[in-house]
């Protein structure tokens, strides 16, 4: 069982910097990748940004690319994603997701086991 949570979220305005952390707890040994997912209300909620775990392989949804960025640190078992230049359109409650398995689709949610709460972050114009 691996516990996620997620914080950092508050009220920015547009064109601010944020940054969001994912703790992990529990059995993370054999964790192969993490992302993180935004949901918007009334919205499905949608792929942001993964990595593989082991070789830091990165992958961005079209949108977010050149803005956003995500990084891990192994020893600590600690996610984060980076959000530069924010746009009202990032608002949303942004989730941590961890998987297990192997050889999944990253920016699949489907692939995931782990889920945190969720941590709101509102970019105001």
């Known amino acids: 069982q691996v516990q996620l949570v997620e914080s950092g979220g508050r009220l920015v305005q547009t064109g601010d910097s944020l940054t969001l952390s994912c703790q992990a707890s529990?059995?993370?040994?054999?964790?192969?990748?993490m992302a993180w997912f935004r949901q918007a209300p009334g919205k499905e909620r949608e792929f942001v940004t993964g990595?593989?775990?082991?070789?830091?392989?990165?992958y961005w949804a079209d949108d977010v690319r050149g803005r956003f960025a995500i990084s891990r640190d192994k020893d600590k078992a600690n996610l984060t994603l980076q959000m530069n230049n924010l746009k009202p359109k990032a608002t949303a409650m942004y989730y941590c997701?961890?998987?297990?398995?192997?050889?999944?689709?990253?920016?699949?949610?489907?692939?995931?086991?782990?889920w945190g709460r969720g941590t709101k972050v509102l970019v105001s114009s």
């Open positions: 990595l593989i775990w082991t070789d830091g392989l990165r």
């Open positions: 997701a961890g998987s297990g398995r192997e050889q999944i689709p990253v920016t699949d949610r489907g692939s995931y086991e782990y």
């Open positions: 529990g059995r993370t040994g054999r964790n192969y990748a």
